[in-house]
């Protein structure tokens, strides 16, 4: 779980846009970000785990 300082950092509009950073709207990560769900790759396997996503087949788990 990231800092919520970091998250509220993040939420701002950058002076730049190359400053902009995306981060996960579950857990607030940063690193691994898919676009399509914008979440980190973490949370978006758990949601295809749990079945909230369509179109994903169950991992070896």
């Known amino acids: 779980m990231a800092?919520?300082?970091?998250?509220?950092k993040a939420l701002k509009t950058p002076k730049y846009s190359t400053r902009l950073v995306r981060r996960c709207k579950v857990c607030g990560?940063?690193?691994g970000y898919l676009r399509y769900f914008d979440m980190c790759r973490i949370c978006t396997r758990e949601a295809a785990n749990?079945?909230?996503l369509n179109g994903f087949f169950k991992s070896s788990n």
């Open 50 to 52: 749990d079945g909230l």
């Open 29 to 31: 990560r940063k690193g």
């Open 3 to 8: 800092r919520k300082a970091l998250i509220v």
